[in-house]
């Protein structure tokens, strides 16, 4: 994992010359209070100011899309204080929830006859309280309070008072199955659950039917998981270095890219089916967890290396550089000069589909990869390249003033998304590393707790802010139709290693110098058994 973060948070647009997204550059990163104060979300300059109500809630409150979650100081304003709020360890300002004990913002979670915590409120909390305590932990906290406080335990409890309080216990349930799933694959998790759901259950015929209802969506959710997860252990395994099937396939009767598609648009679309696919498994506590920390205030030093479970996170993170090396085999693996031109072309086509799509992520992956030592220095191919419409690929995902260019498009692509009349409009892919390190130094520059040992809220209604946008992208529907011959190929086809890429490249455009010389013997040597 460290190695992982160091790679990750160490990534930007590679000059020529450079591997994918291992490249540090200072002038790119992303400053402790730039990082604070900087806005990357777009939704807070269309979502309406709220004012806060002062009364308690009798009614269920309305479950909005993440869109409208947040507002522009970086959470929903509808979050309603009680009196006992306004004294029981959670502190205001303007009436905005800045910090509270841990304790106080449990209680502030759970519901009770009177009161049902905002959907805003509930999101920033399960995303961030993992920082302080295990998810396992403050489910059984929650049970607590709702079974003990809520008196679900005494069968003669008032009757119309369990009407009252048990679809809102059921309420808050649903928000976690649904937006936290991946929590309840831990088995003290789901007993906990269960317990509280059986509790709910017996009361009412309408709530055993909701209960069940939220089992089976839960259930479903994990084994859909574990699928997708099996899918990807079989994809990795069978994964081989492309100089492998070389050497014993003629290069004659390999194929290549534009004999599996020959329409840049379609490739876009295809890479467009997996970037949303990969995008959609990656969990929002996945973002918190991969830099999760010891509280200084706990004790247990052992707990926090369960909660690093970022393997969706990390996934979508290697799929970037499979794309970013399979472009550099692509232009590196034909022999002759003008094929090599053509490929570069449609490469620079492809991610211009993938700028107009809206799908970032690909587009830097490819300039990445055309971006490689072994390709840029293919000079002789590159004069036979109108480069023009890469120029301005890559103005546009010029990584100074902190990618100002790239974030400008972004926020155009997100109007767009939220005006769409289309799902093909609504479709916005971020890059992915640069949204990581985004969150990566807003954690970074704030502290989780004030030094009266309150948590500090004000830090994580901005941390929601930025991954509940981030939920909204990844749940859109792919809107182009699916080419099974073209993702299994871009999914297994193998690639070349960094040294095959090089040795590739020399034996294209011999070396220019006596390093080169050197290093295309020695390549020579280890990986084809001559020199």
Known sequence: MAKFLAELLGCTLPSKGASP???????????????????????????????????????????????AMFDSSG??????????????????????????????????????????????????FLLSSRLFMHPYELMAKVCHLCVEHQQLSDPDSDKNQMRKI???????????????????????????????????????????KNVQQMMQCLIRKLATLSQYEEVLAKISSTSTDRLTVLKTKPQSIQRDIITICNDPYTLAQQLTHIELERLNYIGPEEFVQAFVQKDPLDNDKSCYS????????????????????LVATEICMPVKKKHRARMIEYFIDVARECFNIGNF?????????????????????????????????????????????????????????????????????????????????????????LPNGHVNFEKFWELAKQVSEFMTWKQVECPFERDRKILQYLLTVPVFSEDALYLASYESEGPENHIEKDRWKSLRSTLLGRV
């Open 21 to 67: 997204m291992f490249e540090s550059k200072s002038h790119s990163r992303v400053g402790l209070k730039s990082s604070t104060k900087q806005k990357t979300t777009i939704f807070s300059a269309l979502a309406s100011e709220k004012s806060l109500s002062d009364c308690k809630k009798e009614s269920m409150p309305q479950t909005p899309p993440f869109s």
């Open 166 to 208: 048990a679809p809102k216990i059921l309420q808050l349930l649903t928000e976690w199955t649904e937006t936290f799933p991946y929590d309840f694959r831990d088995e003290r998790m789901m007993r906990n659950l269960k317990d509280l759901a059986h509790r709910i259950a017996s009361g009412e015929e309408t709530y055993r």
């Open 306 to 325: 369960e909660r690093k479970k970022t393997r969706n996170l990390e996934a979508y993170v290697e799929w970037f550089n499979r794309l970013s090396y």
């Open 361 to 449: 992520n690909s587009l830097m992956a490819i300039i990445s990869g055309m971006n490689m030592s072994p390709v840029s220095r293919l000079k002789k191919t590159w004069a036979k390249v109108k480069t023009a419409k890469f120029d301005i690929l890559e103005h546009q995902m010029d990584p100074s003033s902190n990618f100002y260019n790239y974030r400008t498009a972004l926020r155009g692509a997100a109007q767009r998304s939220l005006t769409a009349h289309s799902s093909r409009e609504k479709i916005v892919i971020p890059f992915f590393s640069l949204l990581i390190k985004d969150i990566y130094f807003l954690n970074e520059g704030c502290a989780n707790r």
């Open 75 to 124: 959470y929903n304003r509808n979050l309603y204080q009680s009196a006992e709020d306004s004294c029981g360890g959670l502190y205001y300002h303007d009436n905005n929830l800045l910090s509270g004990s841990l304790e106080a913002l449990i209680q502030h979670l759970v519901p009770n006859v009177d009161y049902y915590p905002d959907r805003t409120y509930i999101f920033t």
